[in-house]
């Protein structure tokens, strides 16, 4: 028959290890440093990747990074430990991050057989796998020992069940004689089997026997015992025939061994002695049936070579356990016996741990207590949880020893039933009163440190190594409006301004993976939804060997103070654009573009004309189709004046209208329920609304509208002091740029007056000085130097007649001085208007002649008497005439005069050029005239005299008129005063 190899021959299975980290360079310095134990080695980056690798493989070690996105190391051991294939799976925790004892408890609680800190020696973590690696090896070759063995068993029960079958066959053979088909069947059996008669000579012999012997059936049959067998086995075989044939007894199991003739082999076979008895009942024969149990033997002998080296094993393992630094029990499952306890047990007792028999007897040894010194009842001590099968895991408690109380940390974990062994539980626990100690200084440290972050007016906050924020103060819960688990971890990016999220982020990350120091400037929003400026600092504490350790921050509200410092930079920036132009309208333009986005999201302009109208000068936003938007709404429907807010608010008040959240019904007060500007109205999209006043010298110039939209924004206090005061600056520049145009003006019209001026000066000087320079040359022309009385009075006739229109020129110059400085002086008395006329008209005889002007009169009957200053009224009168005649030279001038209403009526109409409407307001004001003075000339001063006149005296003067149809100005006075 074949040999089986045994355990000692066949190589141990390799043992499979998994490496768990979220940085690649880690994973390939443990590969190298793994590398000659010459075992596999599964590398994956993250938990979920880990416990896929498990559900489909198993492995002697797992090597867990702590420090991992998604699912941390802590995280996924828990896991593992739960699933039941895993549970005795060790893992070493590796981390570069904590060092201090509560991290490394808290990788013992999760399951962790050792925390490994990095930098680590490479030595050491090899030889600690290493141990592992060989435990698991040989378990699972004792796994498959054990597993062959009982496959022999097995077929050793399987033959021995044939074996019986065969005998039983045998056994109920009653004759000796010749049976041909009993011999078939012995000839063909696979087991040894002989007859041999009361002469202990063999009667039957069957092929499996000869052939062991080395010899043919024939050749045996016939034969004595002692004739076939050696002496010494001979012997036995007799003296076991004999007893047979003498007590007729059968016996059964005898071990005994052949060696096979031929190939020198030596078989252990069980040989089976039974009588064979005749009619009467004698026993005549001893049947002997032979069963090879080699194999079963072998078996045998390999189990108890397996129990040998199981027993080995046990002590190399119970060994191992000793030497663990951390304490240990083994707890039988049910029973709760103790079954083991390490060398670090012992030593944490003082003494021998103990190790009773009963539950009930450790009750009355082992006393715990929760860490407040209450008593922890029987049931719930971690010994009995684990013996119901339950794990325990973080379980501090204090331990009664004979040393005294000890604060200890408690872990188990189940071990399955295997053959042979029963369910045990593994108990770890470790002394953690220095930790105990160190975390109530901590804690006191720590009640400090929070004691004067809550004092703070400053946001105060700390955060872990990894950038993951855990504490934050109750500054910033209060400003949030909520739970300080809202700002923990990275909850914290959900309060940040989404404009600044990006930067600040890259900001932290940089901090973090550097271990700079952090500052930057972000909004926070705030618990109604509003957002106010931080400045955030932090700095970091690291290890003694430089690693970062923790970081500590503030936050500072700078909102106000930013405010200030951009409301300055952009009133600046305001003052600068305003002040760069002199020209109203595009000042205000580029007022608009300034204000979007960085004080509106929408900003308009509406400007006040002379008339009292508005007029929308500019709009900016963004978007080119919104703006088109605005123009269109402001073309095609008119102000609601009626508003209660914008616009019409500040038209009628002349103060800010201020709206920090714009409803809807607003939009529909605002357009008055028109539903097609009701739906572009909530195009616009508007939120938060301003409209402060253009204000120059106590004068509403216009209106600045400004509108937050899509950023989300609202307006509050400080927003409208800077639009205000954005207001008053434009309103001054735009004031500034009127008077610098009208400036200009007066400039330009002192030019043209003194044009003007010059030139109607020179006109009667010029005759004069004619007439003057000719009578000098005649009396120098005269012996005698006299000159004739006629000759002499002509030129003293021109002379006086310019010097009278000199002194005309003069005296309208004085008036206007005398109005401008509000000194014209009225003399009132009873005056006949109607008489005055006459005399006036009278006097303009010649002058109508000359004009080729027909001068026609229709005047009431009846004197029109007031009381006015008769030389004005006589200067208004001549005022008129002289432009009638002027203008409507060659054709009829006529003057009316009547009472209409108690006003007297005053009419001078002309049918010359006439004068445009455009120019009819004008032509009242100083130096102004409807036409070019080469044409007619004229300082432009009658009119604007005669006005002022008109309306000292309470009166007023208009003029309707078409060009080339002539014009009537008529003047109105009271005839009371």
């Given at each position: 028959?074949?040999?089986?190899?045994?355990?000692?021959?066949?190589?141990?299975?390799?043992?499979?290890?998994?490496?768990?980290?979220?940085?690649?360079?880690?994973?390939?310095?443990?590969?190298?440093?793994?590398?000659?134990?010459?075992?596999?080695?599964?590398?994956?980056?993250?938990?979920?990747?880990?416990?896929?690798?498990?559900?489909?493989?198993?492995?002697?070690?797992?090597?867990?990074?702590?420090?991992?996105?998604?699912?941390?190391?802590?995280?996924?051991?828990?896991?593992?430990?739960?699933?039941?294939?895993?549970?005795?799976?060790?893992?070493?925790?590796?981390?570069?991050?904590?060092?201090?004892?509560?991290?490394?408890?808290?990788?013992?609680?999760?399951?962790?057989?050792?925390?490994?800190?990095?930098?680590?020696?490479?030595?050491?973590?090899?030889?600690?796998?290493?141990?592992?690696?060989?435990?698991?090896?040989?378990?699972?070759?004792?796994?498959?020992?054990?597993?062959?063995?009982?496959?022999?068993?097995?077929?050793?029960?399987?033959?021995?069940?044939?074996?019986?079958?065969?005998?039983?066959?045998?056994?109920?053979?009653?004759?000796?004689?010749?049976?041909?088909?009993?011999?078939?069947?012995?000839?063909?059996?696979?087991?040894?089997?002989?007859?041999?008669?009361?002469?202990?000579?063999?009667?039957?012999?069957?092929?499996?026997?000869?052939?062991?012997?080395?010899?043919?059936?024939?050749?045996?049959?016939?034969?004595?015992?002692?004739?076939?067998?050696?002496?010494?086995?001979?012997?036995?075989?007799?003296?076991?025939?004999?007893?047979?044939?003498?007590?007729?007894?059968?016996?059964?199991?005898?071990?005994?061994?052949?060696?096979?003739?031929?190939?020198?082999?030596?078989?252990?076979?069980?040989?089976?002695?039974?009588?064979?008895?005749?009619?009467?009942?004698?026993?005549?024969?001893?049947?002997?049936?032979?069963?090879?149990?080699?194999?079963?033997?072998?078996?045998?002998?390999?189990?108890?070579?397996?129990?040998?080296?199981?027993?080995?094993?046990?002590?190399?393992?119970?060994?191992?356990?000793?030497?663990?630094?951390?304490?240990?029990?083994?707890?039988?499952?049910?029973?709760?016996?103790?079954?083991?306890?390490?060398?670090?047990?012992?030593?944490?007792?003082?003494?021998?741990?103990?190790?009773?028999?009963?539950?009930?007897?450790?009750?009355?040894?082992?006393?715990?207590?929760?860490?407040?010194?209450?008593?922890?009842?029987?049931?719930?001590?971690?010994?009995?949880?684990?013996?119901?099968?339950?794990?325990?895991?973080?379980?501090?408690?204090?331990?009664?020893?004979?040393?005294?109380?000890?604060?200890?940390?408690?872990?188990?974990?189940?071990?399955?039933?295997?053959?042979?062994?029963?369910?045990?539980?593994?108990?770890?626990?470790?002394?953690?009163?220095?930790?105990?100690?160190?975390?109530?200084?901590?804690?006191?440290?720590?009640?400090?440190?929070?004691?004067?972050?809550?004092?703070?007016?400053?946001?105060?906050?700390?955060?872990?190594?990894?950038?993951?924020?855990?504490?934050?103060?109750?500054?910033?819960?209060?400003?949030?409006?909520?739970?300080?688990?809202?700002?923990?971890?990275?909850?914290?990016?959900?309060?940040?301004?989404?404009?600044?999220?990006?930067?600040?982020?890259?900001?932290?990350?940089?901090?973090?993976?550097?271990?700079?120091?952090?500052?930057?400037?972000?909004?926070?929003?705030?618990?109604?939804?509003?957002?106010?400026?931080?400045?955030?600092?932090?700095?970091?504490?690291?290890?003694?060997?430089?690693?970062?350790?923790?970081?500590?921050?503030?936050?500072?509200?700078?909102?106000?103070?930013?405010?200030?410092?951009?409301?300055?930079?952009?009133?600046?920036?305001?003052?600068?654009?305003?002040?760069?132009?002199?020209?109203?309208?595009?000042?205000?333009?580029?007022?608009?573009?300034?204000?979007?986005?960085?004080?509106?999201?929408?900003?308009?302009?509406?400007?006040?004309?002379?008339?009292?109208?508005?007029?929308?000068?500019?709009?900016?936003?963004?978007?080119?189709?919104?703006?088109?938007?605005?123009?269109?709404?402001?073309?095609?429907?008119?102000?609601?004046?009626?508003?209660?807010?914008?616009?019409?608010?500040?038209?009628?008040?002349?103060?800010?209208?201020?709206?920090?959240?714009?409803?809807?019904?607003?939009?529909?007060a605002a357009t008055e329920g028109d539903p097609e500007r009701l739906g572009m109205a909530r195009q616009l999209g508007l939120r938060s609304f301003l409209a402060v006043p253009l204000v120059a010298r106590g004068k509403l110039l216009g209106v600045l509208i400004l509108a937050h939209s899509e950023s989300g924004r609202r307006y509050d206090e400080a927003d409208v002091r800077l639009a205000e005061d954005l207001g008053r600056r434009a309103g001054l520049a735009v004031d500034n740029a009127r008077l610098y145009a009208a400036s200009q003006a007066a400039v330009q019209l002192r030019d043209d007056f003194l044009g003007v001026a010059s030139h109607e000066l020179k006109t009667p000087l010029t005759p004069i000085q004619l007439k003057v320079q000719a009578l000098q040359r005649r009396?120098?022309?005269?012996?005698?130097?006299?000159?004739?009385?006629?000759?002499?009075?002509?030129?003293?006739?021109?002379?006086?007649?310019?010097?009278?229109?000199?002194?005309?020129?003069?005296?309208?110059?004085?008036?206007?001085?005398?109005?401008?400085?509000?000194?014209?002086?009225?003399?009132?008395?009873?005056?006949?208007?109607?008489?005055?006329?006459?005399?006036?008209?009278?006097?303009?005889?010649?002058?109508?002649?000359?004009?080729?002007?027909?001068?026609?009169?229709?005047?009431?009957?009846?004197?029109?008497?007031?009381?006015?200053?008769?030389?004005?009224?006589?200067?208004?009168?001549?005022?008129?005439?002289?432009?009638?005649?002027?203008?409507?030279?060659?054709?009829?001038?006529?003057?009316?005069?009547?009472?209409?209403?108690?006003?007297?009526?005053?009419?001078?109409?002309?049918?010359?050029?006439?004068?445009?409407?455009?120019?009819?307001?004008?032509?009242?004001?100083?130096?102004?005239?409807?036409?070019?003075?080469?044409?007619?000339?004229?300082?432009?001063?009658?009119?604007?005299?005669?006005?002022?006149?008109?309306?000292?005296?309470?009166?007023?003067?208009?003029?309707?008129?078409?060009?080339?149809?002539?014009?009537?100005?008529?003047?109105?006075?009271?005839?009371?005063?």
């Amino acid at each position: 028959m074949p040999s089986v190899p045994t355990s000692s021959s066949a190589p141990l299975p390799p043992a499979p290890l998994l490496l768990v980290d979220d940085y690649p360079p880690n994973l390939i310095a443990l590969e190298a440093v793994l590398a000659p134990l010459g075992q596999p080695l599964v590398k994956v980056t993250s938990g979920e990747e880990a416990l896929k690798a498990m559900l489909s493989e198993d492995f002697a070690a797992v090597l867990l990074d702590v420090q991992m996105p998604g699912l941390s190391g802590l995280e996924t051991a828990t896991l593992i430990k739960q699933r039941k294939r895993s549970a005795a799976t060790p893992i070493l925790f590796l981390s570069a991050v904590s060092r201090d004892e509560g991290a490394i408890l808290e990788g013992y609680a999760h399951g962790a057989v050792d925390y490994i800190v990095k930098p680590y020696d490479p030595d050491i973590l090899r030889a600690k796998v290493g141990v592992f690696v060989d435990l698991y090896r040989r378990g699972r070759q004792l796994q498959r020992e054990e597993a062959e063995m009982r496959r022999r068993e097995r077929e050793l029960l399987e033959r021995e069940s044939a074996a019986r079958v065969q005998a039983a066959v045998q056994e109920v053979q009653r004759a000796v004689g010749p049976l041909p088909l009993v011999d078939a069947l012995l000839a063909a059996a696979p087991v040894g089997m002989t007859l041999v008669d009361r002469e202990l000579r063999y009667v039957r012999c069957n092929a499996w026997i000869a052939h062991a012997i080395g010899r043919s059936p024939e050749q045996v049959v016939g034969r004595t015992v002692r004739e076939v067998s050696p002496l010494e086995e001979s012997a036995r075989i007799q003296q076991r025939v004999e007893h047979v044939l003498r007590t007729g007894e059968t016996l059964m199991g005898l071990p005994t061994y052949v060696d096979f003739a031929h190939t020198g082999e030596r078989r252990h076979v069980m040989v089976n002695y039974f009588p064979v008895r005749g009619e009467d009942g004698a026993v005549v024969a001893v049947g002997a049936l032979f069963l090879d149990v080699t194999a079963q033997v072998r078996a045998q002998q390999h189990a108890e070579s397996l129990n040998e080296r199981l027993i080995a094993q046990q002590h190399w393992l119970e060994a191992v356990l000793h030497r663990i630094p951390v304490p240990l029990v083994l707890v039988e499952r049910g029973s709760g016996r103790f079954t083991f306890a390490n060398a670090a047990a012992d030593q944490m007792w003082g003494g021998t741990y103990p190790r009773p028999e009963t539950r009930a007897e450790y009750d009355r040894i082992v006393t715990v207590r929760h860490l407040d010194g209450t008593p922890i009842p029987s049931e719930q001590m971690a010994s009995a949880r684990t013996a119901r099968g339950e794990s325990v895991s973080g379980l501090q408690m204090l331990l009664d020893t004979p040393r005294g109380s000890t604060a200890i940390l408690v872990e188990s974990s189940q071990v399955p039933a295997m053959e042979g062994s029963p369910a045990v539980g593994v108990v770890t626990f470790q002394d953690i009163s220095a930790l105990k100690e160190a975390e109530r200084a901590l804690q006191k440290r720590e009640q400090e440190f929070r004691t004067l972050a809550e004092s703070m007016p400053q946001v105060v906050w700390t955060a872990r190594a990894d950038g993951q924020l855990d504490y934050v103060n109750q500054v910033l819960t209060r400003y949030i409006g909520r739970e300080e688990a809202a700002a923990l971890g990275n909850s914290w990016t959900q309060l940040i301004h989404p404009e600044d999220l990006d930067e600040t982020q890259r900001r932290w990350t940089h901090s973090v993976h550097t271990g700079e120091p952090y500052e930057v400037e972000y909004r926070i929003r705030r618990a109604d939804g509003a957002y106010r400026w931080f400045l955030t600092r932090a700095t970091c504490m690291r290890e003694p060997d430089g690693r970062p350790l923790k970081w500590f921050g503030t936050a500072t509200d700078i909102d106000d103070a930013r405010r200030t410092r951009d409301a300055h930079r952009f009133l600046a920036e305001a003052s600068a654009l305003l002040g760069s132009t002199l020209e109203a309208e595009a000042t205000l333009q580029q007022v608009a573009r300034l204000a979007v986005p960085t004080l509106a999201d929408w900003c308009c302009v509406d400007m006040l004309e002379e008339d009292g109208s508005l007029r929308r000068l500019a709009v900016s936003h963004t978007d080119p189709a919104k703006v088109r938007l605005a123009w269109e709404i402001a073309r095609r429907y008119a102000l609601n004046l009626k508003a209660r807010y914008g616009v019409p608010h500040v038209l009628r008040t002349g103060e800010t209208s201020w709206v920090p959240d714009v409803s809807e019904d607003m939009l529909v007060a605002a357009t008055e329920g028109d539903p097609e500007r009701l739906g572009m109205a909530r195009q616009l999209g508007l939120r938060s609304f301003l409209a402060v006043p253009l204000v120059a010298r106590g004068k509403l110039l216009g209106v600045l509208i400004l509108a937050h939209s899509e950023s989300g924004r609202r307006y509050d206090e400080a927003d409208v002091r800077l639009a205000e005061d954005l207001g008053r600056r434009a309103g001054l520049a735009v004031d500034n740029a009127r008077l610098y145009a009208a400036s200009q003006a007066a400039v330009q019209l002192r030019d043209d007056f003194l044009g003007v001026a010059s030139h109607e000066l020179k006109t009667p000087l010029t005759p004069i000085q004619l007439k003057v320079q000719a009578l000098q040359r005649r009396v120098s022309a005269e012996p005698e130097g006299v000159l004739p009385a006629r000759q002499v009075g002509a030129v003293l006739d021109v002379v006086s007649t310019q010097t009278r229109k000199l002194s005309v020129l003069v005296s309208g110059l004085l008036d206007v001085s005398r109005i401008s400085t509000g000194r014209l002086e009225l003399h009132l008395e009873p005056v006949d208007l109607s008489a005055l006329v006459r005399e006036v008209a009278h006097a303009f005889e010649a002058e109508a002649a000359k004009a080729d002007c027909a001068l026609r009169l229709r005047l009431a009957e009846a004197p029109v008497v007031g009381r006015w200053d008769r030389l004005r009224l006589e200067q208004v009168v001549t005022n008129l005439l002289t432009n009638a005649l002027k203008y409507g030279a060659g054709r009829p001038v006529e003057v009316t005069l009547a009472t209409v209403d108690g006003r007297a009526l005053l009419g001078v109409r002309d049918e010359g050029i006439g004068i445009a409407a455009e120019a009819q307001a004008r032509i009242f004001e100083k130096f102004e005239r409807a036409v070019s003075d080469r044409h007619y000339g004229g300082l432009g001063l009658g009119l604007y005299i005669t006005r002022e006149i008109v309306r000292a005296l309470g009166g007023g003067v208009s003029v309707e008129s078409e060009p080339e149809r002539g014009a009537l100005f008529t003047v109105s006075l009271p005839l009371r005063s």
